[in-house]
């Protein structure tokens, strides 16, 4: 199958909030601001897990992929955003389109899988201490990641050129900041049910069923955290997972919303607000989550800023 159709236009014009000229100005605003602190909070997240040997674990591995994959996916779509709402021109090439559409998939499908498996380690973690470390191994963790994150590569190369091959019949105006699988099935001509089906079915997988993994993750934390005598060991266990659980409901509760009905059936501003969530709050939050809430990881940012100050 071809990557790129040939009838393709040569641009989009991007709609965003035209109609709304006057959200142009403090979207691209808020713009400027959260991408630098998503990046940067990231980068934080990712640099202290690495240089602090007490972070040297299962769950902050997972962390970092987490961070490099919210660092990518927001960089995805941000400077292009930045681009359209700070300029008359809201045009974005078909190459370019192609290229968003799978780094933007990519991330979105290995977010999915990563969350549901960060929950798992904090299952095994709280559910089962005693083979913590026989389970969560450094090959298994390995292998957990490689293959989520080649199961989100498969889901987006295939959605994503499967939807690069539905006719347009000369369109090549998308009511949307960004290029999206949804958005383009929408616009596309012809007979798409096929797509729409498709769609809905591998975000079952990709959505609805990392979603009830989690959440029977949760229900044996739970009852296990409840069993706990110790108050402090009860509040550090509903501390990291309270976060985990937070960064899930930010992400999962948009994303099913965009992606669990069909294209069709989507509302005109629905897909510029869900995107902004899922592919800039959520990123910019998660780094601030994950410190504010965590001990382990505010002991560990106060020793490298330590560190920093006195070499200086």
Same mark, same amino acid.
């Given at each position: 199958m071809e990557l790129i159709n040939k009838s393709h236009p040569e641009e989009f014009i991007l709609l965003g909030f035209t109609d709304r000229p006057w959200l142009e100005l403090p979207l691209f605003i808020i713009l400027l601001i959260t991408y630098p602190m998503a990046m940067m909070g990231n980068i934080v997240i990712i640099l202290v897990s690495k240089l602090d040997p007490r972070l040297h674990s299962p769950m902050y591995f997972?962390?970092?992929?987490?961070?490099?994959?919210?660092?990518? !996916?927001?960089?995805?779509?941000?400077?292009?955003?930045?681009?359209?709402?700070?300029?008359?021109?809201?045009?974005?090439?078909y190459m370019g389109?192609? #290229?968003?559409? !799978?780094?933007?998939?990519?991330?979105?499908?290995?977010? %999915?899988?990563?969350?549901?498996v960060m929950?798992?380690?904090? $299952?095994?973690?709280? %559910?089962?201490?005693?083979? !913590?470390?026989?389970?969560?191994?450094?090959?298994?963790?390995?292998?957990? *990641?490689?293959?989520v994150w080649l199961s989100g590569m498969t889901y987006a190369v295939s959605e994503a050129t499967i939807t690069l091959q539905l006719p347009l019949c000369g369109h090549s105006t998308l009511d949307h900041l960004l290029c999206e699988i949804p958005v383009l099935i929408k616009t596309a001509c012809g007979e798409k049910g096929a797509n729409e089906l498709t769609l809905s079915v591998v975000c079952i997988f990709f959505l609805a069923v990392p979603l009830c993994l989690i959440l029977v993750s949760y229900a044996c934390i739970g009852h296990a955290v409840f069993?706990? @005598?110790?108050?402090?060991?009860?509040?550090?266990?509903?501390?990291?997972?309270?976060?985990?659980?937070? =960064? #899930?409901?930010?992400? $999962?509760?948009?994303?099913?919303?965009? $992606?669990?009905?069909?294209?069709?059936?989507?509302?005109?501003?629905?897909? @510029?607000?869900?995107?902004?969530?899922?592919? *800039? =709050?959520?990123?910019?939050?998660?780094p601030f989550i994950y410190t504010l809430r965590n001990k382990d990881v505010k002991g560990a940012l106060g020793n490298l800023m330590r560190s920093i100050f006195t070499s200086k």
């Amino acid at each position: 199958m071809e990557l790129i159709n040939k009838s393709h236009p040569e641009e989009f014009i991007l709609l965003g909030f035209t109609d709304r000229p006057w959200l142009e100005l403090p979207l691209f605003i808020i713009l400027l601001i959260t991408y630098p602190m998503a990046m940067m909070g990231n980068i934080v997240i990712i640099l202290v897990s690495k240089l602090d040997p007490r972070l040297h674990s299962p769950m902050y591995f997972f962390l970092t992929n987490l961070s490099f994959l919210d660092m990518c !996916y927001t960089t995805s779509i941000v400077p292009q955003m930045l681009f359209n709402l700070g300029t008359s021109k809201k045009t974005i090439s078909y190459m370019g389109c192609a #290229v968003q559409l !799978y780094i933007f998939h990519i991330m979105g499908g290995t977010e %999915c899988l990563l969350l549901a498996v960060m929950s798992f380690d904090r $299952y095994v973690a709280i %559910c089962k201490p005693l083979h !913590y470390t026989l389970i969560m191994n450094q090959c298994i963790c390995i292998l957990l *990641v490689a293959t989520v994150w080649l199961s989100g590569m498969t889901y987006a190369v295939s959605e994503a050129t499967i939807t690069l091959q539905l006719p347009l019949c000369g369109h090549s105006t998308l009511d949307h900041l960004l290029c999206e699988i949804p958005v383009l099935i929408k616009t596309a001509c012809g007979e798409k049910g096929a797509n729409e089906l498709t769609l809905s079915v591998v975000c079952i997988f990709f959505l609805a069923v990392p979603l009830c993994l989690i959440l029977v993750s949760y229900a044996c934390i739970g009852h296990a955290v409840f069993k706990i @005598k110790s108050l402090e060991g009860r509040k550090k266990a509903f501390g990291t997972c309270s976060s985990h659980l937070i =960064v #899930v409901f930010l992400f $999962y509760g948009p994303a099913i919303s965009m $992606y669990l009905q069909p294209p069709s059936s989507i509302s005109r501003d629905q897909p @510029k607000f869900m995107a902004l969530f899922y592919g *800039v =709050v959520t990123p910019t939050l998660n780094p601030f989550i994950y410190t504010l809430r965590n001990k382990d990881v505010k002991g560990a940012l106060g020793n490298l800023m330590r560190s920093i100050f006195t070499s200086k």
